[in-house]
């Protein structure tokens, strides 16, 4: 797992504005589902990108969020509802807006595990959104 070289304290993170933390979380999780379908693989870069897209779109995200969301804990749910009511101007292409919202405040949960250096919690959120979305 990859993880910052110093991480930033549970006040620093918290204090940043919710869809930083959901920029820094998307990349995250693309980078962790990038390196998970392709060790190992033989597949050419077109179906890579294709299992990630399963992955990493909004419409997993929210239905992961769903899932995880009774796992948050006070200061994850924080995050997820300061990023879920975000006024965003941009939607995804295949997503209703309310899917879109709940996506970004799992990005957001994402990006605050990692940057606070909580590698162990973001690693069981990541594999489980793999697990749910990759060979169905």
């Known amino acids: 797992m990859f993880s910052l070289k110093k991480p930033i304290s549970k006040e620093d993170a918290l204090a940043l504005h919710p869809m930083a933390l959901a920029f820094v979380g998307d990349a995250v999780q693309s980078l962790y589902t990038r390196t998970r379908v392709t060790i190992g693989s033989t597949q050419k870069t077109g179906a890579l990108?294709?299992?990630?897209?399963?992955?990493?779109?909004?419409?997993?995200?929210?239905?992961e969020a769903e899932k995880l969301l009774p796992l948050f804990d006070e200061d994850e749910q924080d995050v997820f509802r300061r990023a879920r009511n975000c006024k965003v101007q941009t939607s995804a292409k295949h997503a209703e807006m309310s899917e879109y919202r709940r996506a970004s405040g799992f990005e957001a949960v994402l990006g605050y595990l990692y940057l606070t250096g909580n590698t162990q919690r973001l690693e069981e959120f990541l594999s489980m959104c793999f697990e749910d979305n990759i060979n169905k």
């Open 49 to 63: 990108h294709y299992e990630v897209t399963k992955v990493v779109k909004a419409v997993s995200q929210a239905a």
